[in-house]
């Protein structure tokens, strides 16, 4: 039994693009361009996805807070609190935003 990777799973749109940061040349993408978004090279896409993570991670603010919502201990935001009293924790905050949706 020989079984084949689908390499071509995932269509790839060809073309003619240039990297918004490094001006690299793209001539294929996994996706349609959006002509209202800047395109990335696989390297500054990889980059940029990697400082994104950074400044995800440093932004986070340590501290000792109650969710208003189960109670719950609160020992880190993504965020500085100006006001106490309307935090939410994780799971809350997930929860209250799927119930938006
Ligand atoms: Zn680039
Ligand atoms: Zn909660």
């Given at each position: 039994?020989?079984?084949?990777?689908?390499?071509?799973?995932?269509?790839?749109?060809?073309?003619?693009?240039?990297?918004?940061?490094?001006?690299?040349?793209?001539?294929?993408?996994?996706?349609?361009?959006?002509?209202?978004?800047?395109?990335?090279?696989?390297?500054?896409?990889?980059?940029?996805?990697?400082?994104?993570?950074?400044?995800?991670?440093?932004?986070m603010v340590q501290g000792s807070w109650t969710c208003?919502?189960?109670g719950g201990d609160i020992s880190e935001l993504?965020?500085n609190p100006?006001?106490t009293?309307?935090l939410?924790c994780?799971?809350?905050?997930?929860?209250?935003?799927?119930?938006?949706?």
């Amino acid at each position: 039994m020989t079984e084949q990777k689908a390499e071509g799973d995932r269509p790839l749109f060809e073309g003619e693009w240039e990297c918004s940061q490094c001006g690299a040349a793209i001539t294929q993408l996994p996706f349609q361009p959006d002509a209202e978004r800047p395109l990335f090279c696989r390297e500054c896409h990889r980059k940029r996805r990697a400082e994104r993570e950074v400044r995800k991670r440093s932004a986070m603010v340590q501290g000792s807070w109650t969710c208003v919502a189960c109670g719950g201990d609160i020992s880190e935001l993504p965020f500085n609190p100006t006001r106490t009293d309307n935090l939410l924790c994780r799971q809350c905050h997930r929860e209250k935003r799927m119930a938006q949706a």
